[in-house]
């Protein structure tokens, strides 16, 4: 059975940092693109970050600058290490992956875990 579990989140004042993990189970995502996406109440969800396999980082723009998306295959993990928060970053965080080929489409990621929160205040 294949479980995505984040890690990392919490409360935090405006322009501080925070690291969110998600470690993988199950099965091996190496070779799958990672990505984190977000949701704040009453908003939809959106695309946050992602990395291939190769190394190869997308960021929105709203976040560019001040978060870093990155992997490590041989834990099965993805972080996203955020900086500079404000209060508008506030929001459930989950992460995914799959065999993607438009890395801010949902629905192309196959796998996803529950979601974190992570609270900035100001």
């Known amino acids: 059975q294949v479980q995505l579990v984040e890690s990392g989140g919490g409360l935090v004042q405006v322009g501080g940092s925070l690291r969110l993990s998600c470690a993988a189970s199950?099965?091996?995502?190496?070779?799958?693109?990672w990505g984190w996406f977000r949701q704040a109440p009453g908003k939809e969800r959106e695309f946050v970050a992602s990395i291939r396999w190769n190394g190869d980082t997308y960021y929105d723009d709203s976040v560019k600058g001040r978060f870093t998306i990155s992997r490590d295959n041989a834990k099965n993990t993805v972080y996203l290490q955020m900086s500079s928060l404000k209060p508008e970053d506030t929001a459930v965080y989950r992460c995914?992956?799959?065999?993607?080929?438009?890395?801010?489409?949902?629905?192309?990621?196959?796998?996803w875990g529950q979601g974190i929160q992570v609270t900035v205040s100001s």
């Open positions: 995914a992956a799959g065999a993607v080929s438009f890395v801010r489409r949902m629905s192309d990621y196959d796998y």
């Open positions: 199950g099965r091996s995502f190496s070779t799958y693109v």
